[in-house]
């Protein structure tokens, strides 16, 4: 969604009518759902930390200034919410199904009709092993490579978000692809 519509929660979202309120729910749920399930591997835990994080950005909205990115503020606050999570509930940080993977209605895959039914029966499962591999990782690398692969951050945000060396990161990075790959081929064969 647009950054006109997360400019929304500057204001009192009392004062909106419910279906303004529950547009603006869905808006924030499809922007932050891929980062905290990314993270916490479990679609009940995202649902949970989701709530969490409108409801703080709900209230802490109304702070935040004019000028400010709200979709990267939004984010930022869902990935804090998923880490407070995985600090509060160290037992849910390796857990993983594949089964409750739910594949959101909006998600498109253009190449799909160009390929035939092998292909896409291949791909589907080549992701899922991709997904099996990346939640065998411990935390650190599932962590750094989230921000570097999906959140697409250079080096020096994720260094600083993460309050380490730039040097660290390059060999935590490394090590992270050099397991993520071993673990894939393990399971692809």
């Known amino acids: ?49 989701i709530q969490e994080a409108f409801f703080k950005a709900v ?5 935040t200034r004019e000028d400010s990115n709200m979709t990267a503020w939004i984010r930022k606050l869902a990935r804090n919410a998923s880490y407070d999570m995985l600090r509060k509930n160290k037992k ?18 253009p190449e799909l009709p160009a390929m035939s039914v092998e292909e896409v029966v291949e791909k589907m499962i080549r992701d899922e092993t991709l997904l099996n591999a990346v939640s065998d990782l411990k935390l650190d690398y599932r962590v750094v490579l989230f921000l570097h692969y999906i959140m697409e951050l250079t080096y020096a945000e994720i260094s600083a978000e993460l309050g380490i060396t730039e040097q660290v990161l390059t060999q935590r990075l490394a090590r992270a692809r050099k397991k993520l790959a071993s673990h894939f081929q393990e399971k692809w064969g």
Do not use: W
């Not at 950054?3 to 529950?22: C, W, Y």
């Not at 209230?59 to 702070?63: A, D, I, R």
């Not at 993983?96 to 498109?108: A, F, H, K, N």
């Open 1 to 49: 969604m647009s950054e006109e519509v997360f400019a929304l929660l500057r204001g009192d979202i009392n004062k909106l009518d419910g279906e303004t309120q529950r547009q603006l729910f869905i808006a924030f749920r499809q922007c932050v759902y891929r980062d905290i399930y990314y993270l916490l591997a479990d679609h009940a835990l995202t649902e949970d930390v």
């Open 59 to 63: 209230q802490n909205g109304p702070q």
């Open 92 to 109: 849910y940080r390796h857990m993983m199904s594949v089964d409750s993977v739910m594949l959101d209605e909006q998600v498109e895959y």
